[in-house]
């Protein structure tokens, strides 16, 4: 239907594969590609690329004694369809990512038991997919850029701690929630508390007597029908020689080894070598992922159509990407995925200033009125806010976004009025404490209380 409506099908190449993208010395890029049903190979040059494909191809495997001789089927969660295939097994999923979660909460329902092995032997920090009756994606403006997020992570952590069984048996994490990859999954506490997951550490060995899995600890597991590897991917394009997306050794040698091998993109998306390739989508933020690709694919084809201020110079971009990457790293725990990581709210209002359609809260104010004004600060921010004013604005916008936070408050009524008054209540004593200048000791003594 969105194809249609926007006129996409005529543009569109179905039952073709890309084989290889690459730069051509004129700085244009050559794609190969195979139409699959003719089985024809062919080649284009285009002057821009938008990489769209997702970046979860290449599984991670991990390597454990005795893999090659274990008796029971293993395969990785990237293969993993249906719960249904395992029914009545003893399945042990490695992984405490949200796929392993998943994966692990859907087998409950037919597999005979399911354990869970988790490497670092804590369980990552969980958040239900509704907390306080609000889905845990409602990001509200005011509190977003209001409320310091690691007093934003303790007031969840502390949330999730009081409100769902978790026996003491289980190892909480303890790095703070906002430094972690927090998982989403709201069964889980239930299937822990209950006993259908049970949590492992580490795998030491398998082995093919009895099918048997030996943990770190010592303990064994006998009789594992299946293992299922939720271990990850690697971010990987097989069409596109890595060098475009990493940088290349050259970062490394200017940049330092922090910065070999890791994504090399300003804000995520261009290398600043090659600005005339775009990946959408590969960023990792506490937020939903398709508004994120939808803002970038808005910057991306604004900046082609040069509808708006091009990029910066190369060397602009580097220092960007470095800058961000040291933030990063300073703030998050150290993993692959940390240069891509990015606050929500701050990112799409980076992108939506430079597209122009930033939903400048005077202007809203000034056009829509207080009561809409205070829907747009206190509500969901959700990403129709983008099409209130500017490029690209869309008149539904306004009526979309009273009634998606109509139904929204509808459901969390309670919880909605208790947060909103804990907000007024920090907003007074943050104004108190700063005229006489206690904030930065106050943010000490709070660091200290919580031994941050
Ligand atoms: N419902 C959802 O929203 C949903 C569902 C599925 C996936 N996703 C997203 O899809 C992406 C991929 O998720 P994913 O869960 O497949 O992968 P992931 O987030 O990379 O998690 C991989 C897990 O495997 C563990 N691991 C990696 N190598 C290991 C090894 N050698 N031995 C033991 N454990 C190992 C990691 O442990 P460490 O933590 O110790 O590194 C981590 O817990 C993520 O962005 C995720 O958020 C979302």
């Given at each position: 239907m969105y194809a249609e409506n926007f006129n996409l099908l005529p543009h569109i190449k179905f039952n073709t594969t890309v084989l290889k993208v690459s730069i051509?010395?004129?700085?244009?890029?050559?794609?190969?590609?195979?139409?699959?049903s003719k089985n024809e190979e062919k080649e284009e040059i285009f002057d821009f690329v938008?990489?769209?494909?997702?970046?979860?191809?290449?599984?991670?495997?991990?390597?454990?004694?005795?893999?090659?001789?274990?008796?029971?089927?293993?395969?990785?969660?990237?293969?993993?369809?249906?719960?249904?295939?395992?029914?009545?097994k003893r399945v042990l999923v490695v992984g405490a990512g949200n796929s392993a979660m998943d994966i692990a909460v859907e087998l409950t329902h037919v597999a005979s038991q399911v354990y869970i092995s988790i490497?670092?032997?804590?369980?990552?920090?969980?958040?239900?997919?509704?907390?306080?009756?609000?889905?845990?994606?409602?990001?509200?403006?005011?509190?977003?850029?209001i409320i310091p997020p690691f007093i934003?992570?303790?007031?969840?952590?502390?949330?999730?701690?009081?409100?769902?069984?978790?026996?003491?048996?289980?190892?909480?994490?303890?790095?703070?929630?906002?430094?972690?990859f927090s998982?989403?999954?709201?069964?889980?506490?239930?299937?822990?508390?209950?006993?259908?997951?049970?949590?492992?550490?580490?795998i030491k060995e398998l082995k093919s007597e009895n099918n048997q899995i030996e943990f770190v600890d010592g303990s064994i597991?006998?009789?594992?029908?299946?293992?299922i590897y939720s271990t990850g991917y690697y971010i990987d394009?097989?069409?596109?020689?890595?060098?475009?997306?990493t940088g290349g050794d050259e970062i490394e040698q200017v940049y330092g080894k922090d910065f070999h091998k890791i994504v090399w993109l300003y804000r995520s998306i261009f290398p600043p070598k090659y600005p005339n390739i775009a990946f959408i989508g590969l960023t990792n933020r506490a937020g939903s992922s398709l508004p994120i690709c939808e803002m970038q694919a808005r910057y991306v084809t604004s900046l082609i159509k040069g509808f708006i201020k091009s990029l910066p110079s190369q060397n602009e971009m580097e220092r960007s990407i470095r800058k961000h990457y040291e933030n990063s790293l300073k703030k998050y725990c150290k993993s692959a995925r940390s240069g891509i990581r990015y606050n929500y709210l701050s990112y799409m209002d980076t992108l939506s200033k430079d597209?122009?359609?930033?939903?400048?809260?005077?202007?809203?104010f000034k056009k829509f009125g207080f009561n809409f004004w205070k829907l747009f600060m206190f509500g969901m921010a959700t990403p129709i806010q983008y099409r209130l004013i500017g490029r690209e604005s869309w008149e539904g916008a306004k009526d979309a976004i009273s009634l998606y936070n109509e139904y929204s408050f509808k459901n969390s009524t309670r919880g909605s009025k208790s947060y909103k008054s804990w907000i007024y209540i920090l907003i007074v004593l943050l104004i108190l404490l700063n005229r006489n200048g206690g904030f930065k000791k106050s943010i000490s003594v709070y660091r200290k209380i919580f031994n941050k």
């Open positions: 051509l010395p004129d700085k244009r890029w050559k794609v190969k590609y195979i139409i699959k938008m990489i769209c494909s997702g970046h979860y191809s290449k599984s991670k495997w991990p390597k454990f004694k005795g893999m090659n001789l274990f008796k029971g089927e293993q395969l990785h969660s990237y293969k993993y369809k249906r719960a249904i295939d395992f029914e009545n490497r670092s032997g804590k369980l990552p920090w969980i958040i239900p997919r509704f907390l306080k009756g609000k889905p845990r994606d409602h990001i509200n403006r005011f509190s977003a850029y934003r992570g303790k007031i969840i952590e502390n949330s999730i701690i009081k409100s769902f069984p978790i026996s003491s048996h289980l190892k909480l994490p303890t790095d703070p929630l906002i430094a972690t998982i989403t999954n709201s069964e889980i506490f239930q299937c822990l508390a209950a006993g259908t997951i049970i949590v492992k550490p580490n597991l006998e009789n594992i029908d299946v293992v394009y097989p069409f596109l020689e890595k060098h475009i997306y597209i122009g359609c930033y939903p400048y809260p005077y202007e809203i």
